[in-house]
């Protein structure tokens, strides 16, 4: 199983940026679909997860209402949408897999990971 994690970077407070994750390898389905991310000297935290029809979705409280996760099924790609990025989201983001169709937000509801791509939000 692979995830490939891509479209990080740096960008201004205010600033937006889309990742995306490509999921390969993992036919056991449904499976729910999770974004985390660590900041330096802090512990990974949950930020997103998306139960398998997409129907719904579960978010940190502190990234509520400026990012948005989405899934394209048939391209077994998951989304993340960052918008009014702050300093404080600056972290490696991972995506993983849920271990069923049900879109947990601890880290033990996750079989695999991602390798993670870095958003830096900085002037």
């Known amino acids: 199983v692979q995830l490939q994690a891509s479209g990080g970077g740096l960008v201004q407070p205010g600033g937006s940026l889309r990742l995306s994750c490509v999921v390969s390898g993992y036919t056991s389905t449904p499976y729910a679909l999770g974004w985390f991310r660590q900041a330096p000297g802090k512990e990974r935290e949950f930020v997103g997860g998306i139960a398998w029809t997409g129907g719904f979705t579960k978010y940190a409280d502190s990234v509520k209402g400026r990012f948005t996760i989405n899934r394209d099924t048939a391209k077994n790609t998951l989304y993340l949408q960052m918008d009014s990025l702050k300093p404080e989201d600056t972290a490696v983001y991972y995506c993983?897999?849920?271990?069923?169709?049900?879109?947990?937000?601890?880290?033990?509801?996750?079989?695999?990971w991602g390798q993670g791509t870095q958003v830096t939000v900085s002037s």
């Open positions: 993983a897999v849920g271990r069923s169709s049900y879109a947990g937000s601890n880290s033990v509801d996750y079989r695999y």
